[in-house]
């Protein structure tokens, strides 16, 4: 039964209200255009969502988006297979694609070692990365993951693991300010910072 004085409309508001990024009013905005848009609009809109969740999944190799067990990336012969982007989630990889400047593989962490928030690096995709860069003809890993604090540390553990491995090991140009992330930037920066991309030393 619901709640007294829960409308359907203040129900939709506070579901899209939880949606990252999303605030109250944008919340109200969205939930407004929706309420006017026609039936079929709303309907091909909750039917995409159904979608995405009933029909997709992680791909077995890399983490990313996946409707199959491979993604679409994995799955494409022109990919340049000696090369593997590693990333903190699903939406860096989004974000770099839209640049058009990497033609490589990648892999998704699904975050990064952060101790005090209770990730530690079995917790991550680290140890499948090692084995795909024992198993796999990879010539260079390029640790494109946002710049804090946690981040940096992930770096300095993954360089540590791939240490005695004939892989170049490089990370995102400068350019990255810290503290951004990289679904936020333009595809102009996310570029510039892979082109420019630094070797790593296998020291640290």
Do not use: W
């Not at 994995?74 to 640049?99: F, G, N, Q, Y």
Request: glycine share 6%; charged share 25%.
């Amino acid at each position: 039964m619901r709640e007294l004085g829960i409308s359907v409309l203040d129900e939709l508001i506070g579901q899209l209200a939880r949606l990252p990024g999303i605030g109250q009013k944008t919340a109200q905005r969205l939930a407004i255009f929706i309420l006017k848009s026609s039936d079929g609009y709303a309907q091909e809109l909750a039917q995409a969502i159904l979608n995405v969740k009933q029909k997709t999944r992680l791909c077995k190799r890399c983490f990313n988006v996946a409707e199959d067990e491979l993604c679409a990336i994995c799955s494409d012969p022109r990919r340049d297979a000696h090369k593997i982007c590693v990333v903190e989630d699903i939406v860096d990889v989004l974000a770099i694609e839209e640049t058009h400047t990497y033609r490589g593989l990648y892999h998704v962490l699904g975050g990064v070692i952060s101790p005090l928030a209770g990730v530690n690096p079995e917790d991550l995709n680290i140890r499948s990365l090692i084995e795909r860069v024992k198993n796999e003809p990879i010539e260079e890993v390029i640790l494109a993951l946002n710049p804090s604090t946690e981040a940096e540390t992930t770096i300095i553990y993954i360089t540590r693991l791939l240490k005695d491995m004939e892989v170049q090991i490089s990370r995102l140009a400068s350019g990255v300010p810290m503290g951004a992330h990289l679904e936020y930037l333009d595809g102009a920066t996310i570029g510039m910072a892979i082109q420019s991309r630094q070797k790593i030393s296998k020291d640290t």
